[in-house]
């Protein structure tokens, strides 16, 4: 089968000691799924990191423990290390290729928009991603728009706007924004006329209270 593929070893080691795993570089894995058992594993730090960086949540694995035949994986849980931000366990669930399952999809503004380059506008992406349901091996890697479509700054993309592939359906709301483009922020910059009123107006409230304090000398 092809696509991605990993190597994974059955751990004896669990609880606290799984901190003597990560000191000799080895990640602590739990492997589950509704149709197999739950299983824990290890793998070694490098090629299991760039397994997740290039699977995500939502692209296929081939998972051979040991040697064994392989089976589908999707990544489901990814911890770090709170301060040296490396991997320090992940969870992998088992699927049937032939039952639908949910995954969360990327989606990419793709082009320039000319609301942005031609009206100084900056572009902004509330949702990056969304969830769909499909055949495990029929999940896309990622959903595009085109940022042509952006032309104004009324103008917004929403999930409606996502051309879908066969097969796939989506979870999310058809109402809920993908895209748009702001206007830039113009600060309103104080002109002379208004500082010289400014100043005027001041100096007559002073000399207001420099005759109101003459005459109540006089007094």
């Known amino acids: 089968m092809d696509g991605l593929q990993i190597t994974l070893e059955k751990r004896e080691v669990i609880g ?24 824990s594993l290890q793998c070694a730090s ?6 997740v960086l290039q699977a995500g949540t939502n692209i296929p694995i081939n998972v051979s423990i040991d040697g064994s035949e392989d089976q589908v994986c999707f990544v489901r849980e990814v911890q770090y290390h709170p301060v040296k931000d490396h991997i ?4 992998f669930m088992s699927v049937n290729i ?10 990419r503004i793709e082009g320039t928009s000319p609301a ?4 100084g506008g900056t572009l902004l992406q509330p949702l990056e991603s969304v969830t769909v349901e499909a055949l495990p091996l029929e999940i896309p890697e990622y959903l595009s728009l085109a940022a042509e479509l952006l032309v104004d700054f009324e ?8 051309e879908i592939p066969d ?9 809920e924004m993908l895209a748009s483009v702001v206007a830039p922020r113009v600060e ?21 209270g420099e005759a109101s304090g003459e005459e109540s000398s006089e007094e």
């Open 16 to 39: 606290k000691k799984v901190s003597n795993l990560r000191k000799n570089g080895l990640v602590p894995v739990h492997l589950y799924g509704p149709e197999v058992d739950s299983v």
């Open 46 to 51: 490098l090629p299991l990191s760039k397994i």
């Open 88 to 91: 320090i366990h992940v969870d």
């Open 98 to 107: 032939s039952k639908p399952v949910t995954a969360r999809v990327p989606v």
């Open 116 to 119: 942005v380059r031609t009206m």
């Open 155 to 162: 103008t917004n993309l929403y999930v409606k706007d996502l």
């Open 167 to 175: 097969g796939i359906q989506i979870i999310n709301n058809d109402s």
């Open 188 to 208: 309103r910059a104080r002109g002379p006329e208004s500082e010289e009123g400014e100043s005027v107006e001041g100096e007559g409230v002073e000399g207001e």
